[in-house]
């Protein structure tokens, strides 16, 4: 046979690698690391069991999964917190809540804010800039898809009384605290306690100065209140988790001034009033509870007396604020 025979069979260089497999590793020597902000790529953590903070990159097994503020995360290699050391993120706990929302309520897209937050602090100027009751219902509608705690945060009670605008939320029990310019913040700083609370609001109600009062040190910036449209400038331009002296954690946000719901449906949002819920049990199926369902059981509950027409109500415009929608709210 010829040297240069076509026919002859020639055996292909054998690759030598590594064979694939099913082990993966334990991490057994990672830390905990609770994500305080993020930056660029970047994450800082700070690791309760030696109180120093580290930071970290996502490791590439983690793929898409997202690494928001909030979260518990298990740390690999050098978590020492040194200066130039980088430690990396392996693994990211389960969430016990999180807050979402979409750019429009036509936006199927979830855009993740927090993890792990207990509390909705939902801050409030009573004047100047005037409250902007969609808004707070829409914080609201949030707190209750995410299994979080509202609280109302009323600003700048020394301008304009606040009992109006209590009286719109008192049918849903919201729990509110209201405090002044350079006030005394003990009974805010009492709903704080030993829990993490993230605070939202729009731009101009105070938010940054509160940080401020609450964790001394922090020098958020201030912003002013733009006298022509009556809004605020964004100061926050990121999420920031602080530890608070007295026990607990706060999320300061940039102001929001719009927050889509897409992402809520209205059976999850009912499950937030058990009592509501309760009563839907007769509802026809597909039925939204909204003020135009024919044969929507709250209806007849209320008709009945076994639950508060105001609270009714208040779920109601709930919902259509939910769909983008204004229901009267006196």
Request: neutral net charge; proline residues 6%; hydrophobic residues 35%.
């Amino acid at each position: 046979m010829s040297k240069y025979d076509e026919e002859a069979k020639y055996d292909r260089p054998k690759r030598h690698t590594r064979p694939r497999t099913k082990d993966r590793p334990t991490y057994d020597n990672a830390v905990i690391g609770f994500v305080i902000t993020r930056d660029r790529g970047r994450y800082t953590c700070w690791v309760g069991e030696s109180d120093r903070v580290v930071t970290a990159m996502k490791a590439r097994q983690l793929g898409r999964k997202g690494v928001i503020v909030g979260d518990l995360v298990k740390l690999d290699g050098d978590s020492s917190g040194d200066k130039d050391t980088l430690a990396r993120i392996v693994e990211v706990l389960p969430r016990k809540t999180l807050l979402r929302r979409s750019a429009d309520d036509d936006d199927p897209v979830e855009r993740p804010l927090v993890a792990n937050a207990d509390q909705l602090v939902i801050v409030v100027a009573v004047a100047n800039p005037e409250p902007r009751t969609r808004l707070i219902d829409r914080f609201l509608v949030a707190a209750y898809d995410a299994g979080m705690r509202p609280l109302l945060c009323l600003t700048k009670t020394d301008l304009a009384d606040p009992g109006p605008l209590l009286s719109i939320y008192r049918p849903l029990g919201v729990e509110s605290v209201a405090t002044q310019i350079d006030g005394d913040l003990t009974e805010l700083r009492e709903q704080l306690h030993d829990r993490t609370s993230m605070m939202v609001g729009h731009s101009g109600v105070g938010k940054s100065t509160l940080v401020n009062a609450l964790v001394p040190g922090t020098n958020r910036a201030i912003g002013v209140v733009n006298d022509n449209t009556g809004r605020g400038r964004h100061t926050s331009t990121s999420a920031l988790l602080l530890r608070l002296p007295e026990g607990g954690w706060i999320v300061d946000t940039p102001g929001i001034r719009s927050f889509g719901l897409a992402h809520v449906q209205p059976d999850q949002l009912i499950n937030a009033f058990p009592d509501l819920a309760e009563e839907t049990h007769d509802c026809p199926r597909g039925c939204t509870h909204s003020e135009t369902e024919p044969n929507c059981a709250l209806d007849e509950a209320v008709a009945a007396g076994r639950v508060d027409a105001e609270r009714v109500a208040s779920f109601r415009r709930l919902l259509a604020s939910r769909e983008g929608r204004d229901l009267e709210t006196t």
